[in-house]
């Protein structure tokens, strides 16, 4: 009986320090974002935050005319040797464009004096428009443009970025920018 006491509150104590963490990241994907995933379409990893692209179903009576998925992003920490853990913020973002979409999702992590740790800025999207061959991103105030990812998935493409604050064109094949509409 001494036994089963030990064990289980070795156990509670595991739960307790280790906090709400899931072994690999695909189980705390489908455990703690608070929509159902459709599809992960990317995973990246910027200043040791995993940043996960996914699509889903728009939710709510005011958007139930929406069909297609809609996007979103979550940002989680950790590894399968330690476990992981979403660290928020979660949400999935629309806007009808007959171009490109552009959304934009902060993870700003501080300290408990309030000392900005992390600050990591997505910009991601959906691209409707043919003739987009390049999606680029620049950090706020500059123009020193980089591609975005660019991710193609059922006949649908998307991109992601990340940088200060992005800004975002589109490029055609001839290298003019297309603008959003």
């Known amino acids: 009986m001494r036994k089963c006491k030990v064990l289980f509150i070795a156990i509670v104590l595991m739960f307790i320090l280790t906090g709400c963490k899931y072994p690999t990241l695909e189980k705390a994907i489908a455990e703690t974002i608070p929509f159902k995933v459709k599809e992960v379409l990317y995973k990246t990893k910027s200043d040791g935050i995993t940043i996960v692209l996914y699509t889903t179903k728009a939710e709510g009576k005011e958007v139930d005319h929406i069909k297609d998925p809609v996007l979103g992003v ?32 902060n993870y700003t992590k501080y300290d408990d004096k309030g000392n900005v740790l992390k600050d990591i800025y997505v910009v991601f999207g959906e691209i409707n428009n043919e003739t987009i061959i390049t999606i ?4 706020q105030e500059t123009e020193d443009y980089k591609k975005a990812k660019m991710i193609e998935k059922d006949g649908k493409r998307y991109y992601v970025g990340i940088g200060f604050r992005p800004q975002v064109r589109a490029l055609n094949g001839n290298g003019e920018v297309i603008p959003q509409q």
């Open 74 to 105: 979550s940002f989680f920490e950790g590894n399968d040797e330690k476990g992981w853990k979403n660290d928020g913020p979660n949400g999935w973002e629309h806007a009808e464009s007959e171009t490109y979409s552009i959304y934009n999702e």
């Open 136 to 139: 680029e991103i620049a950090n």
